[in-house]
């Protein structure tokens, strides 16, 4: 399967926001990964749209469901996420910045309350706030079949947390443990940082998970495998052509060694994922490709 994000999305906000969840798009771009024999997706929600949209929400998760299930795909949600814009904000989006890689993807809940949280210092109203987040989209479809599994928290610790995440990461598998789904719950090894991040997850996990930016893929794969009795294991992040995780490269040692591949991306578009995540630093020999690197949105990765 492949991470998905409609290419007219820069972020998890414009995916499902108000006025902008884009159905067309989806639509067509499932359609795709279909062709392209993909069977599952992996997608980000946040935690400001559980807030300000609830009921909206889930009506378009619905929607979302309804979509993939007529192509025959599975889903998978990640529900916090460490990587990139530490601040989030509710509203209208910035435009992306033309030549860097996710330029607006949003934190989730953000650097600020993961630091409240690791600090003592969180508000118990908030707090109480995104407990329900966590049990009330989960509630919802634990029993959906089109949902085959919760990724609770993508790479805490990334940004410099480290294991400040940590406190956030076991309140989260508590409040997720609470709520008895009938999916598995997971949160990555490798791609998360810190010590107790990982042994959190590692022994939290239902089925472990990894993400996988270089080419070796396959002795990571083989010392999980001898070290924890053969437990499922699913990819659920690769794809760095520049540095040898590719489709050639992964996909064979997964179907041999029977792990679930999830590849980064599916089509060009507002996040700039094509790019990788060094061309921040050339942006002046960049800025002049705006309308060719714009109008490839619809090419499939």
Not at 54 to 65: A, G, S, V
Not at 202 to 224: A, G, Q, R, V
Not at 243 to 250: D, H
Not at 258 to 282: E, P
Request: charged share 20%; glycine share 6%; net charge negative.
């Amino acid at each position: 399967g492949c991470n998905y994000i409609p290419s007219s999305a820069s972020n998890q906000l414009e995916m499902w926001g108000e006025n902008i969840f884009d159905v067309v798009t989806i639509n067509y771009e499932l359609g795709l990964a279909l062709e392209l024999g993909f069977n599952v997706v992996r997608v980000y929600l946040h935690d400001l749209l559980w807030y300000n949209l609830k009921e909206e929400l889930i009506k378009r998760i619905n929607t979302f469901l309804e979509i993939c299930n007529k192509y025959s795909i599975y889903v998978i949600f990640v529900l916090w996420d460490d990587c990139h814009r530490p601040n989030p904000v509710w509203g209208k989006q910035r435009p992306p910045i033309i030549g860097v890689h996710n330029s607006n993807w949003l934190q989730s809940p953000g650097l600020h309350i993961v630091t409240q949280i690791y600090d003592d210092t969180i508000d118990d109203k908030l707090l109480g706030k995104m407990k329900d987040y966590i049990t009330g989209i989960i509630t919802k479809f634990k029993d959906d079949k089109r949902v085959i599994m919760w990724d609770l928290y993508n790479e805490p610790g990334q940004n410099n947390n480290h294991d400040k995440s940590n406190k956030l990461l076991k309140l989260t598998w508590d409040w997720a443990r609470s709520v008895g789904p009938s999916q598995p719950l997971t949160s990555c090894l490798d791609g998360c940082i810190g010590y107790e991040n990982y042994y959190t997850n590692l022994y939290n996990s239902d089925i472990l998970t990894l993400h996988e930016y270089n080419k070796y893929f396959e002795d990571k794969i083989i010392k999980l495998q001898s070290k924890y009795n053969n437990r499922p294991i699913i990819c659920t992040e690769y794809m760095a052509r520049e540095q040898g995780s590719t489709f050639q490269v992964i996909l064979p040692v997964g179907k041999r060694l029977k792990v679930g591949c999830i590849s980064w991306g599916l089509v060009n578009g507002n996040t700039q994922t094509h790019y990788n995540w060094d061309t921040i630093k050339l942006l002046d020999t960049l800025v002049g490709f705006d309308d060719r690197l714009n109008s490839n949105k619809d090419i499939v990765e």
